[in-house]
């Protein structure tokens, strides 16, 4: 091979990697990979290209920002839909509340009345009692006096009074086994007034007030 085919060669592989590499500069400069735009201007006019500008960059930044305010506006969606839902779960819980407060409410009423009912029956299991405790000892002093002394002062009670000692006085009587003193008494009242306790007992065998 003689000097000149091995030049012709060589130069022809030197134009072929210079086109490939003018070629890979201007389609990277295309792309805007890199920046050759004012040494390759001419090269763009007789391609009829326009050159990669930062017109590009700005539809991008546009594409970017459009992207984040979407995804903004359906965090700021996912948010009020969450904040609808806590709204609501407070409203129901406001609304147990509210409930709650109105049983518990009744209950203390009732609890109430309730105290109020116990409170006026011990009150009068207590008056029983000390009216019976009473008319017990009213009746044991009786069994002590007189017969006359002892009419005298049942002739100064109240009708039930009388009913009530007479029948203490009866059951004393059962009790220890002994005559009740409460048919003598009777008849050494006056006769009208005997007769109305007597009916009044026979009316009332359990009356004790």
């Known amino acids: ?16 990697i210079l086109i490939l590499i003018v070629g890979g500069l201007l389609w990277f400069d295309y792309l805007g990979v890199v920046h050759v735009k004012s040494v390759f201007a001419p090269v763009y006019k007789i391609l009829k290209k326009s050159p990669q500008t930062s017109q590009t960059y700005t539809q991008s930044d546009l594409l970017t920002a459009n992207l984040d305010e979407d995804r903004l506006f359906k965090q700021r969606e996912a948010l009020s839909i969450l904040q609808e839902e806590l709204d609501k779960r407070e409203a129901d819980i406001q609304a147990m509340e509210m409930k709650n407060e109105q049983v518990a409410k ?5 609890e109430k009345n309730q105290e109020e009912r116990e409170k006026t029956f011990n009150q009068t299991v207590k008056k029983y009692d000390d009216k019976n405790i009473n008319v017990e000892q009213i009746a044991n002093n009786l069994n002590g006096m007189r017969p006359e002394a002892a009419v005298a002062i049942l002739e100064a009670m109240d009708d039930q009074t009388v009913i009530d000692v007479l029948r203490k006085v009866e059951e004393i009587a059962a009790a220890n086994g002994s005559s ?7 008849s050494l009242m006056k006769s009208e007034r005997a007769a109305l306790i007597q009916r009044k007992m026979i009316s009332k065998p359990e009356a004790l007030e």
């Open 1 to 16: 091979m003689s000097f000149k085919q091995s030049f012709g060669k060589s130069f022809l592989l030197i134009i072929v």
């Open 106 to 110: 009744e209950l203390s009423e009732r």
């Open 180 to 186: 009740s003193m409460g048919s003598y008494w009777l």
